[in-house]
C-alpha cells in the first residue's frame, strides 16, 4: 500500500463521506492520535460512521481496535479491551523491554524462512499484535534503545521508523541502528516520519547522523532520491552559518566526529568552539572504499569531508591549505586521508582539489587517483600532474579514456605495479595482465609484452599499432618474432591478416616495407570497421591512435548516412566538425545526444527535437545544456517529449531542475486553468502521450470542452 502524506490522512478525517473516513482510519500511515480523534468526534469532526463501527467490530487487529480504548463509546471500548487485553500463544505484552524480548522470539525460524513465508507479512503481522498507540514518547524511547543494542532485522527495524505512533527521537535511534541506515533514513523521510527540519535542529546522534546523512546525499545524487536535498540544504545552512573557514573550528569538528558526538548537529557545531585535543583521535574503521559495491555507503565515506563540501566555495581550498600547512604532520595525514574518502567526488569543488594536490604527498596522491578520479575536471587536473605513482593508478583503471591512458604510456611516466609503493590501492596490477594501453610505451619490451599477453585477446588493430610501434622504436627483430616467431604456452598468436600481410616484409627485415604494409591495413580495417558492424573493432582505431583523423573519417562517409553501429563511438570522440557531428545526432539521437548537444546552441536544439526523454541515455545533457547556456529552460519546458516524461524528470530530480520545473508550472498556469475535467482528462493522457506539454495542454483542454 503507498505511503499518505499527513495532511491528506487530516482531510480524509474531516470527510463527511463515510467510505473516506473508513479508508483514512484503516490506512496503515494513520497515527494512533489521528484514530482517537475520529472515535472522540466533536467539534470539525464528523460523527463516527456506521461503516467504521462496523469494521472495528469486525477486526482484531490491535493497531485498529487500540484507539477505541479510552473513546466515548463504552460498548465498542469494552470490545476493543477484550480483544487487546486477550491472552494466548500470539498475544503481545505491553512493556517495552518485553516487547522487545517479544519480537525476537516471534521471528521466523530457518523452517519457516525454507517455507517461503514472505517476510515483509510476517513482521507486519508481529507489529500489528503490539498497542504501540499506548505507549508514551519516553517508552518509545526506551524500546528503540533496547533495539539499537540488538537489532532484530532490516524490515522489522523500517516498519518500527516508519510506524505512525513512532516519535522522532526514537526513529532516528532506530535508523543509527540499522545496517543499511542510508535506506533506513530515505524510507523515513519519503513516509514523512522523519522530517529535514528535525534532523537538521533536533535529532541526536550528530556523529552518526552526519555519516548517514553524508552517504544519502551521494545516493540522492546516484539515484535522484527527491527528499533529501531540503536536509542536505538545512545542514548546509547551519555549517556556513557557524564555522565559517576557521581552521581550527573544521580541525575540532573531525575530532568531534570520531569520538561519536552524541549530541544535535547545532550542538555539534557549537562545540567545535572548544579546544581541540592535541592529537587527532584514530580514524574509525571503514570498508574498502575499492571493493564497495554501494554508492555512498556510510562505512566507506568521510562525513567531515562531506561537511567541508557543504562550506562556501571559497573557503572550502583556504580551510585545507591553513589545516595543512600549521599541523603536525601526524594530523596532516589524517586530513588527506579524510579527503581521499569524499563519498562522491563530483562534490568537490576545483579549488578545494587543487589545494589537496598542493599538499599531498605521492601516497595520497595516488590514492586520491585511485578513488576520487571519476569528475572529469579532477581526472584532467591528475592527469596533468605528470606524477609517475598517479599515472601508474590511473593506467589500469576502468572508465579513464583510452586516449589518456595511451598518452600516459606514451610518456613513460609510470612505474610497474608494486616497485614503488607500500598503499594496497596504488598496487593496481599484481599478477594481472599489463594494461593494453602500454601499446604506446617507449619500452619495446613492454610493447612486445602486451602484444604477447593472451588474456587480452587484442584485436588485429591492436596487434598491428603493436607492431608499427615496436618498428618505430627500433624494434623490427621483437615485431617479427611475434609475427612470425612460434608462441610459447599461454601467449598470444597473431591474426591471420596481420601474419599474411607482415610476412614478407618482417622475414626481410624491411622496416620501411613493413611501416607501409601495416599502415595500408590499417586503412583498410578501418573502413571496413566504419562502414561495417563489427562488434567493438571500431572503437580499437580511437585507443591506437590517440588524435582521431577528422578528414579521413569525413572522406570514408562521403555521401552516405553515418552507420548506427558507429554514431555513439564517433560521438565520443573530441573535436568533430560540425557538419558530421549532426550526422552522428541523426544516425541514433538517443545514445550520441549527451556528447553531441553540448558542442553548440545549434546542436543542442537539434537534439531538443531529435532526442525522447524516455529513450535518451540520461538526462545530464538536458542540465549540462541549461548550466552552459546552450538551451534556456524555457526552450525544454515547451520543446521536450514526451510531455509526461519531462513531468516525471522535474518530480524525480526537483533540486537539479528547479528552474525548468518553475517553468512547466508557469506554462501549466498560463496555458489554462486545470478544472477537475481538465486534470483528470491530462492525468490519463500523460502516461501515454508522445508529444510536447504544450500538446498535451491543448489536447487535455479540447477533451474537456463540451460539445457544442
Not at 562 to 586: M, N, S, Y
Not at 596 to 623: C, F, H, K, Q
Amino acid at each position: 500500500m503507498k505511503h499518505i502524506p499527513v495532511d491528506v490522512l487530516d482531510a480524509l478525517a474531516r470527510s463527511t463521506e463515510p467510505a473516506a473516513v473508513v479508508a483514512g482510519y484503516a490506512h496503515p500511515d494513520a497515527s494512533t492520535a489521528l484514530r482517537r480523534r475520529i472515535l472522540a468526534g466533536g467539534p470539525g469532526t464528523p460523527p463516527v460512521p456506521a461503516e467504521l463501527r462496523e469494521l472495528l467490530y469486525a477486526t482484531s487487529a490491535v493497531p485498529l481496535l487500540a484507539p477505541a480504548l479510552h473513546g466515548q463509546d463504552r460498548d465498542l471500548a469494552a470490545h476493543a479491551a477484550a480483544v487487546v487485553d486477550s491472552t494466548g500463544p500470539n498475544s503481545a505484552p505491553r512493556e517495552p523491554a518485553d516487547v522487545y524480548t517479544w519480537l525476537r522470539s516471534g521471528r521466523r525460524t530457518p523452517d519457516e524462512e525454507a517455507d517461503g513465508q514472505d517476510e515483509e507479512k510476517a513482521v507486519q503481522d508481529l507489529l500489528d499484535s503490539v498497542a504501540f498507540g499506548l505507549w508514551t514518547a519516553g517508552e518509545w524511547n526506551d524500546f528503540a534503545a533496547r533495539y539499537a543494542a540488538q537489532p532484530i532485522a532490516s524490515m522489522m527495524t523500517w516498519r518500527l521508523l516508519t510506524h505512525p505512533d513512532c516519535p522522532p527521537a526514537a526513529a532516528v535511534t532506530l535508523m543509527l541502528a540499522c545496517d543499511d541506515g542510508t535506506s533506513a533514513l530515505l524510507h523515513g523521510l519519503v513516509t514523512g516520519r522523519l522530517t529535514p527540519e528535525y534532523l537538521a535542529t533536533e535529532a541526536s546522534g550528530a556523529a552518526g547522523l552526519v555519516s548517514v546523512l553524508c552517504a544519502a546525499a551521494v545516493r540522492a545524487r546516484a539515484y535522484s532520491e527527491p527528499t533529501v536535498p531540503a536536509a542536505v540544504d538545512a545542514v548546509r545552512a547551519a555549517v556556513r552559518a557557524e564555522l565559517g573557514a576557521d581552521p581550527e573550528r573544521w580541525r575540532a569538528l573531525l575530532a568531534l566526529l570520531r569520538t561519536g558526538y552524541s549530541g544535535s548537529l547545532p550542538e555539534l557545531l557549537r562545540a567545535t568552539a572548544d579546544p581541540a585535543p592535541a592529537r587527532l583521535p584514530a580514524a574509525p574503521k571503514r570498508r574498502d572504499p575499492e571493493a564497495d559495491t554501494h554508492p555512498g555507503d556510510a562505512r566507506t565515506g568521510s562525513s567531515w569531508t562531506w561537511l567541508l563540501t557543504l562550506a562556501e566555495p571559497a573557503h572550502q581550498g583556504r580551510v585545507v591549505r591553513a589545516l595543512t600547512a600549521r599541523l603536525s604532520d601526524a594530523d596532516r595525514q589524517e586530513i588527506l586521508a579524510e579527503i581521499c574518502l569524499c563519498g562522491d567526488p563530483r562534490m568537490l569543488s576545483d579549488d578545494l582539489v587543487e589545494a589537496f594536490l598542493a599538499s599531498a604527498d605521492a601516497r595520497h596522491r595516488a590514492r586520491f587517483a585511485a578513488l576520487r578520479w571519476h569528475r572529469p575536471q579532477t581526472l584532467a587536473r591528475l592527469a596533468a600532474l605528470d606524477d609517475t605513482a598517479v599515472n601508474s593508478v590511473l593506467l589500469n583503471k576502468p572508465g579513464i579514456p583510452a586516449a589518456m591512458k595511451g598518452r600516459i604510456a606514451h610518456s613513460g611516466w609510470f612505474t610497474l605495479p608494486g616497485t614503488d609503493a607500500d598503499d594496497p590501492v596504488v598496487r593496481q596490477y599484481g599478477g594481472a595482465a599489463l594494461p593494453k594501453a602500454l601499446i604506446h610505451a617507449p619500452d619495446a619490451h613492454l610493447v612486445y609484452g602486451v602484444l604477447g599477453t593472451s588474456a587480452h585477446s587484442l584485436c588485429a588493430t591492436y596487434q598491428v599499432a603493436g607492431c608499427r610501434r615496436l618498428i618505430a622504436l627500433g624494434r623490427l627483430d621483437l615485431a617479427a618474432d611475434f609475427v612470425l616467431g612460434e608462441p610459447a604456452a599461454n601467449t598470444a598468436r597473431p591474426h591471420n591478416i596481420v601474419v599474411t600481410t607482415l610476412r614478407e616484409p618482417l622475414g626481410a627485415g624491411d622496416a620501411a616495407a613493413a611501416e607501409d604494409a601495416a599502415r595500408a591495413l590499417v586503412e583498410s580495417l578501418f573502413a571496413t570497421h566504419l562502414l561495417t558492424p563489427t562488434g567493438s573493432e571500431l572503437t580499437c582505431h580511437f585507443e591506437v591512435d590517440l588524435d582521431p583523423d577528422w578528414p579521413r573519417i569525413a572522406r570514408l562517409l562521403a555521401g552516405r548516412p553515418v552507420p548506427q553501429h558507429a554514431a555513439a563511438t564517433l560521438a565520443a570522440l573530441p573535436g568533430a566538425p560540425d557538419h558530421l557531428a549532426r550526422a552522428i545526432l541523426e544516425a541514433d539521437p538517443a545514445q550520441t545526444a549527451r556528447h553531441i548537444a553540448v558542442l553548440s546552441p545549434e546542436l543542442a536544439s537539434a537534439a531538443l527535437d531529435l532526442v525522447s526523454l524516455e529513450g535518451a541515455r540520461g538526462t545530464d545533457w538536458i542540465r549540462d545544456c541549461i548550466e552552459q547556456g546552450l538551451l534556456t529552460a524555457e526552450d525544454v519546458a515547451t520543446r521536450a517529449w514526451p510531455a509526461g516524461a519531462l513531468l516525471g524528470l522535474c518530480f524525480r530530480q526537483p533540486d537539479t531542475f528547479a528552474n525548468l520545473s518553475g517553468h512547466v508550472r508557469d506554462l501549466i498556469a498560463r496555458h489554462s486553468p486545470l478544472a477537475g475535467e481538465t486534470t483528470a482528462i491530462l492525468a490519463q493522457l500523460a502516461p501515454e502521450f508522445t508529444g510536447t506539454l504544450p500538446e498535451l495542454l491543448a489536447t487535455a483542454s479540447a477533451a474537456a470542452e463540451p460539445v457544442r
